[in-house]
């Protein structure tokens, strides 16, 4: 069975630094694909990001990227110059590239953005 | 474009009784996917319908059905409710016959609480 872990519970940083959100996971699949969701305090679970594991060049969204280290199975999420309104959790998630069309969740990163 | 909707947006029920939480997803979308986010459980994958049919099941009891309608729209039923039923949720959908790991998008959630 695979798992995600953050190992960070909480993080708080200024408006317009940057802050890294660590994700570590465990499978034995080589084909596969992760994600990064936040969770703002409205609920609305939003994509932010995704990464599919037989890519080597890592995802990029404006100013979120990930660091993907396929062989140490970790995916960081990198946000530049954050902003007020990235404060939410933040979950990674795994989906096998077969099968069960399951997303595996780690427990999440409550991150705050303070003026 | 719509999102995925869900209703209602809380739905509270004493122990015992049933609930019905729906689920609409974007248009044009055949997956739907329903997780539980309980406190201090995470987020859980409960169910996936897919063309109407019941394709992938977690680790839950039989008290937890549902059902996927010609319209794709689907219900999660739960009964014989239970304290530990309380949790938000959340309903997500993909277009399944883009490809296996087509990004799910959520919906807003239900909020469930059981007395």
Redesign the interface.
Known sequence: AQTVTQSQPEMSVQEAETVTLSCTYDTSESNYYLFWYKQPPSRQMILVIRQEAYKQQNATENRFSVNFQKAAKSFSLKISDSQLGDTAMYFCAFMRNQGAQKLVFGQGTRLTINP | EAGVTQSPTHLIKTRGQQATLRCSPISGHT?V?W?QQALGL????LL?YDEGEE??R?NFPPRFSGRQFPNYSSELNVNALELEDSA?Y?C?SSF?RLG??D???????TRLTVL
Do not use: D, I, K, V
């Open positions: 997956s996917y997780y995470g987020l859980q994958f996936w394709r992938n977690g938000l959340l997500a399944y296996p790991t990004t799910q998008y959520f919906g807003p959630g």
